[in-house]
């Protein structure tokens, strides 16, 4: 591979480890293409070259094979701490040194990866234009006359430049999806406390995730699997089990707006290129279902319009009171609307938003994912500079919505215009499904032909995925076997290995049983009479399957399961005759949804 060819990390672990290259020669390769490409507005702070090749060199005294960065250089947006760099949110006055390295950052660097450096943003992540920084505007890796996008504008150049092959951003309203789009990248905004939020700097605390900028999926799945999972020092953090990346679903369904409710602000290029990628999936499989958006708009608005302005206005009200002109002006504007906020404010907003997120449930109840516009139209810097926060607002007409409605996406390159414009899509799904969004992301990302970033590079071939051992059977579980209930220990005292969370068909009802510990049974109704129940598959050593089934005990049984997607699956269900005391709780959707509910009580 060329030292101008961007690589992904696959191929750059599979050097190191084949010992072809080391990771002092690719962290002495980055900082070069950083001097090379010449742009000081893309990184804040970028580490020594001689620390860092110091750092890459001692990596070599660890077992290679059990790191997946194993020497991967990392940008990482400056509102994340890092040890060793400052932390400015882009806003000098603000700035800090942290005594230790955020969650995300601190699991990457077990994993193998080297910190090269803390990139610029949109000044306390509020934008999503990459405009509005005193560091200066990150020059569009595809486009120079283009918006970087934002927040997380270094972080998408960096990546979309081939600096580095990968980089973190933040995701509060679109912010690791619109630059991900405008440089010709992939970019994943993960559910909601998959990465621990410990040591961000806040935009909106109850909305804030860190996102993954790289220029595959499996990259960027790759990414979330190393920093997946619960952490005690984050409050917001969820143990949310990430599945495996699978094969193209059957039967799979995408939502689609109903005819004259999508918007591209009068950019005819854009529109095309959207129907174009709706073409794609159409002929890779998947069937389109039309659905209603409008209460998804409704959300959006919520977001700025709503109290979750005065989330942003605590983050620095101090600095407000104290040194306002040390804040961005634009950024001053927006943030100081959320001092007039009122706590009736924020209860009717929460009310509303209720309710849309019952909406957003139903919607998801036929479909698998949404597929939409990553953004409307793209904007050239000057343009923004003269409109900052109308052309701001626009680009976040597909994206506002996701973090309310507790939603996972995936945004992925679909096509180049012909004016030189990238056009990408974005998936959206319930929180949980970020390994079905990437399963069917990788599919069409490959499909597209499209090249890496800005450069000239091809895309490799879609590595096959890790092949099941004929040896091993899946089983769906539905209750206190999910991860973190009860009774997950049985399967891991067996070697049990979560393969993904999923649903079944809308044939099966729930109940609450009367056991100890507290257990559901899952009964199977006529079909399109019951509803789809959320349930995990784990695989298991025929041995330890066997062992697993022996020790049920009644009333639970194994049956075939029907799933959503049409396949069937051993799991559990229950013996009708019991079901007379029992609580009938179809309506939660799953066992998790009982269960938060009864511990609220």
């Known amino acids: 591979m060329g030292a101008e060819q961007p690589e992904t990390i696959a191929a750059i672990v599979a050097a190191h480890r084949a010992g072809t290259s080391t990771p002092a020669q690719t962290v002495a390769r980055t900082y070069q293409r950083i001097r090379d490409h010449n742009d000081p507005a893309i990184f804040i702070s970028l580490r020594d070259e001689k620390d860092a090749i110091a750092e890459a060199e001692k990596l070599a005294a660890r077992d290679a094979t059990s790191l997946p960065l194993y020497g991967v250089p990392v940008a990482v947006k400056d509102n994340i701490d890092a040890l060793g760099f400052p932390t400015t949110a ?104 998959m990465i621990s939020n410990a040591g961000l700097v806040p935009a909106c605390r109850t909305l804030d995730c860190i996102s993954v900028f790289a220029r595959t999926v499996d990259d960027a799945a790759l990414a979330l699997s190393v920093m997946a999972g619960p952490d005690q020092a984050d409050p917001f953090s969820r143990d949310r089990p990430l599945g495996a990346i699978t094969p193209f679903l059957a039967n799979l369904r995408l939502g689609v707006p109903r005819n004259g409710q ?182 069409f990302h490959t499909d597209t032909k499209l090249t890496v970033g800005a450069k000239d590079a091809t895309q490799a071939p879609l590595a096959p995925l890790a092949a099941r051992s004929s040896d091993e059977i899946p089983i769906a579980v539905v209750g206190a076997h999910l991860s973190g209930m009860a009774l997950n220990g049985e399967l891991k005292a067996l070697n049990g290995k979560l393969i993904e969370a999923t649903k079944t068909a809308p044939d099966y009802k729930l109940y609450a049983l009367q056991t100890t510990p507290p257990k559901p049974g899952m009964l199977r109704v006529e079909a399109g009479k019951g509803a789809a129940i959320e349930l995990e598959i784990w695989s298991l050593s025929s041995s330890a399957f066997g062992k697993f089934v022996n020790a049920i005990p009644a009333p639970m049984a194994i049956g075939t399961i029907r799933l959503a997607d049409g396949r069937s699956v051993k799991g559990f269900l229950v013996e009708p005759e019991v079901l007379g005391e029992a609580r009938d709780i179809t309506a939660y959707g799953g066992w998790r949804a009982y269960m938060k509910e009864v511990a609220a009580i």
């Open 90 to 193: 882009a806003c000098p006055a603000f700035s800090y040194t942290p005594m230790h390295d955020s969650t995300a950052v601190e699991r990457l660097r077990a994993a193998g990866a080297i910190i090269i450096g803390k990139t610029n943003l949109d000044q306390f992540a509020t934008g999503l234009v990459g405009v509005r920084s005193p560091y200066g505007i990150p020059k569009n890796s595809i486009r120079e006359d283009l918006i970087p996008g934002g927040s997380s504008s270094g972080s998408a150049v960096a990546v979309g430049a081939g600096l580095v092959p990968l980089s973190l951003g933040t995701d509060t309203a679109g912010s690791g999806r619109v630059p991900a789009m405008l440089n010709n990248i992939v970019g994943l905004k993960p559910s909601l406390g």
């Open 262 to 443: 999508l918007i591209f602000f009068g950019d005819r290029k854009a529109e095309a290129a959207y129907g174009d990628a709706l073409k794609r999936w159409t002929a890779l499989g998947a069937e389109l279902v039309e659905f209603d958006l409008e209460p998804f708009y409704e959300t959006a608005r919520l977001l700025y319009e709503g109290p979750w302005v005065a989330e942003r206005y605590l983050v620095i009200k101090d600095l407000l009171a104290s040194a306002p002109d040390s804040i961005h002006p634009v950024t001053r504007e927006i943030t100081a609307a959320g001092a007039r906020l009122t706590a009736a404010d924020t209860f009717s907003a929460l009310y509303r938003l209720q309710g849309l997120r019952k909406i957003a449930e139903r919607t998801f109840a036929s479909i698998d994912a949404l597929v939409l516009p990553t953004a409307p139209t793209a904007y050239t810097t000057a343009q923004v500079l003269a409109n900052p926060i109308e052309l701001n607002s626009r680009l976040g007409t597909y994206t506002n919505f996701v973090n309310l409605l507790d939603l996972c996406g995936l945004a992925v390159p679909a096509s180049m215009r012909a004016d030189g414009i990238p056009f990408g899509i974005t998936l959206l799904a319930p929180a949980g499904r970020d390994a079905m969004l990437a399963s069917i992301g990788r599919v």
